[in-house]
C-alpha cells in the first residue's frame, strides 16, 4: 500500500528496555512521541528543522533524566536517526556519527628546541 503522504521519524534506542515503568507518550502540534520496549519514535507533522530536532532531543533527554531521578537506574540512550518517508514507498535515513579519537602512546619522549626561530623540534630516546 503507498502513502499518499510523506512522513517523518525521528528514532533513538535505549537501555535498559524496561526504563519506562508503562509507555510513554504524549504529543504537540508538530510531534507525536511514543517510547516503549528500548525504542522511542517521534512522528513529525512537518519537515525536521535542524532546531526542532535539537529541541526533541533535549526534551527527551530531560525526561529520560526525570525518570531516572525517581528511579535511580542507569540508562543509556542513543543519538537520534531520522527517516523520510516518501510518497513512492521509498526512504531516506539520516544517522548522526560521532567521531572518536583516541591517543596511545607507549614511550616518552623529550623535546629539544635547537632553532627557536623556526622552532624545529627534535626528539631523541
Known amino acids: 500500500m503507498e502513502n499518499s503522504k510523506e512522513t517523518w521519524l525521528i528514532e533513538w534506542t535505549y537501555s535498559p528496555n524496561d ?67 516518501k510518497p513512492d514507498g521509498s526512504r531516506s535515513i539520516f544517522v548522526n556519527v560521532e567521531s572518536l579519537v583516541v591517543a596511545v602512546a607507549s614511550i616518552t619522549a623529550d623535546i629539544r628546541i635547537t632553532n627557536w626561530t623556526f622552532a624545529k623540534l627534535k626528539y631523541w630516546r
Open 19 to 85: 526504563f519506562f515503568e508503562e509507555e510513554l507518550a504524549f504529543s504537540t502540534k508538530q510531534y507525536r512521541l511514543s517510547a516503549c520496549e528500548g525504542k522511542v519514535r517521534a512522528l513529525l507533522r512537518q519537515d525536521p528543522r535542524p532546531d526542532l530536532c535539537k529541541q526533541l532531543d533535549a526534551e527527551l533527554r530531560a525526561r529520560f533524566k526525570g525518570v531516572q531521578l525517581v528511579s535511580q537506574k542507569p540508562y543509556d540512550l542513543s543519538r537520534p536517526y531520522v527517516t523520510h518517508c
